[in-house]
Structure formats: structure tokens, C-alpha cells
Nanobody, 116 residues
Framework: VQLVESGGNSVQAGGTLNLSCAVSGYRFRANCMGWFRQAPGKEREGVAISWASGGGQTFYGDSVKGRFAISQDNAKNTVYLEMSSLESEDTALYYC??????????WGQGTQVTVS
């Protein structure tokens, strides 16, 4: 299973950015897909998580609620993160994750988002 993030960039505060995570090597329905981020000197934190069970619940970190949105295109095996009203505190390495149907977790390599 491979997860490849893209879309990271440098952007000014208040701007928007869209991240993509392409999944390959996995053809079943994932239990969970989402995004985490890690800023220098800080722990990795959950940004947006989409659960397949329970009617497709979605979790957003408190700091991104109302600004970020997660979505999936199952036909393309891709999960997206739309980020708006970006702040300098959003600067981090953003990682995509997938929990497969056996609850094994897979991570991407990350894509850098810098907000100035």
C-alpha cells in the first residue's frame, strides 16, 4: 500500500491550498482515511479524519474547524484536504493516513505547507 501526498506549497496567510493523497496497492474499502500534520518541535496532530463506519463520520481538529474540509473520490482512490483562511500556525508537514479493513495503518511521506 502506498500513499503519496501532493499539493503542499508556500502560501500567504489568508490564502487557500488543496492537498491530495493518492492511494495505490489497496482496493478494499478503508476503515478510515485522513490527514495529520506535524510542525517543527511539536507532536503530530490530527487535522481531519473520515471514518467509513457510523455513516461516515468526520473529525476535525479544533484549530481547523470551519476552515479545512476533507473529501474522498473513491473512483480515483484519492483523499483531499481543502484548506482555506490559512494561518501561520498551519505551517507543518502534512501526512495522509489510511487504516485498512484490518486496522493496519499506513502513512504517506508528507507534503510541506508553509504559511507566511
Amino acid at each position: 500500500v502506498q500513499l503519496v501526498e501532493s499539493g503542499g506549497n508556500s502560501v500567504q496567510a489568508g490564502g487557500t491550498l488543496n492537498l491530495s493523497c493518492a492511494v495505490s496497492g489497496y482496493r478494499f474499502r478503508a476503515n478510515c482515511m485522513g490527514w495529520f500534520r506535524q510542525a517543527p518541535g511539536k507532536e503530530r496532530e490530527g487535522v481531519a479524519i473520515s471514518w467509513a463506519s457510523g455513516g461516515g463520520q468526520t473529525f476535525y481538529g479544533d484549530s481547523v474547524k470551519g476552515r479545512f474540509a476533507i473529501s474522498q473520490d473513491n473512483a480515483k482512490n484519492t483523499v483531499y484536504l481543502e484548506m482555506s483562511s490559512l494561518e501561520s500556525e498551519d505551517t507543518a508537514l502534512y501526512y495522509c493516513l489510511l487504516y485498512d479493513r484490518h486496522w493496519h495503518i499506513y502513512w504517506g511521506q508528507g507534503t510541506q505547507v508553509t504559511v507566511s
